[in-house]
């Protein structure tokens, strides 16, 4: 017998494909549904608008799924998304040729919004954006074994998501670490003992356009989390290369990654505003610099301060770069748009007293599709240039 879906009405005219509903187009429903239950969603004058997951507790109110209202969101519903995305990842961009590490499903990029999952080797990882993914992660598991027979799993949610959505789970804490390959390179994902989901393979092309240009090059990698630049760098034929982050556990990895590809660029863990500081008062300059830092910000108000955060750090990375050398700057501050990015690069340069010429501006890999109506997927800025 099937289950009638509970209905949450809107408030205002509905004229928008973005699947997102805010609260204050929402009316209350009588029957609080719990975070994450699965509603039909109809417009102020009955029509039918999509089905999706409602969350009473949240910013976004309603996610929107479908809108086709004669399919059902169900164990089949999400056995068929994942499948159509890993599709596109081996049938269309044929990533299985490339790596054993790509992103399997991208959130709203792949029309299951509140939902991320990652591929290393044998490990899925699972990441919680939504109470409705999480609510129904017995379905999602299901998919994904269908697409990678005997795979484990890691699975977590950020504690800020899981205040904001109204849930609660502690995730896995002892997983074990996979090795990948990247173009022939290993590297180790190691979820549980890293910043996010281990590894991030958004970067796999930039790594690799970047390494095309390093051979006999001195390399300094900021921001180097776990040496995936600085790795590239040195099996591609750097001449020196030298890695530099803040964190001492990332560090060690990368020490580790270094030592699975035979390869033994430097790395030192330190705040890099003044390592970068005392380099220029060394006269110490590169002939490439790579500055990829993490989310400065998640909360709209703090977006200017986050500017002026990369401002201050483009800035002093800019002194560090040999005349005619290349310079590699990345924001995955979502929040941050693409022209604010190249806006604050210009001020940099401005203020640096150094011209750049920009030669490419790119972002994540296309294992990271956006809908074109749903910017907010696409969050990470690449922009290569060359200091003259």
């Known amino acids: 017998m099937n289950i009638p879906v509970p209905v949450v009405r809107l408030k205002n005219a509905w004229r928008s494909s973005h699947p997102w509903i805010f609260q204050k187009l929402v009316e209350k429903p009588a029957a609080k549904p719990k975070p994450g239950t699965i509603v039909d969603v109809v417009g102020v004058d009955g029509e039918w608008i999509g089905r999706g997951f409602y969350n009473g507790h949240s910013r976004i109110a309603v996610r929107i799924l479908e809108t086709d ?7 089949g519903w999400f056995s068929r998304k994942i499948a159509a995305a890993v599709s596109l990842r081996r049938d269309w961009l044929k990533l299985d040729g490339v790596s054993d590490a790509w992103r399997v499903v991208h959130s709203e990029g792949d029309g299951l919004s509140g939902l991320v999952v990652d591929r290393y080797g044998d490990l899925v990882v699972v990441e919680f954006f939504a109470a409705g993914m999480f609510r129904h992660r017995d379905w999602i598991y299901e998919a994904l074994r269908e697409q990678f027979p005997g795979c484990r799993f890691h699975s977590f949610a950020d504690e800020h998501v899981q205040k904001q959505e109204s849930f609660d789970f502690h995730g896995n804490t002892t997983t074990e670490a996979a090795v990948i390959t990247e173009h022939g390179i290993k590297f180790r994902a190691d979820p549980a ?7 991030f393979a958004d970067q796999r092309d930039n790594r690799q356009w970047l390494s095309e240009q390093v051979e006999g090059k001195t390399v300094l990698d900021l921001c180097c989390n776990t040496g995936g630049f600085a790795v590239y760098a040195a099996a591609r034929g750097a001449a020196e290369v030298l890695g530099v982050d803040i964190d001492e556990d990332v560090i060690a990895i990368a020490k580790g990654n270094a030592k699975l590809n035979n390869v033994r660029p430097k790395f030192v863990q330190a705040d890099i505003f003044p390592w970068l500081r005392d380099a220029a008062n060394r006269g110490e300059q590169f002939d490439v610099v790579i500055l990829d830092p993490a989310k400065m910000t998640r909360d709209r108000d703090q977006v200017i ?3 002026k955060k990369y401002l201050d750090m ?3 990375a800019l002194g560090v770069v040999k005349p005619g050398g290349l310079f590699a700057t990345f924001s995955c501050t979502g929040l941050v748009a693409e022209q604010e990015f190249l806006d604050m690069l210009r001020r940099a340069s401005y203020f640096s007293g150094r011209t750049i010429q920009i030669l490419k501006v790119a972002g994540a890999g296309p294992d990271h ?9 696409r969050y990470l800025k690449a922009v290569f240039c060359r200091v003259v």
Do not use: Y
């Open 69 to 75: 209202q004669s399919v059902p969101v169900d164990a």
């Open 193 to 199: 003992g890293a910043h996010k989901t281990g590894f």
């Open 305 to 307: 301060p986050a500017l």
């Open 314 to 316: 483009n800035k002093l």
């Open 369 to 377: 599709p956006f809908m074109a109506h749903v910017q907010e997927s």
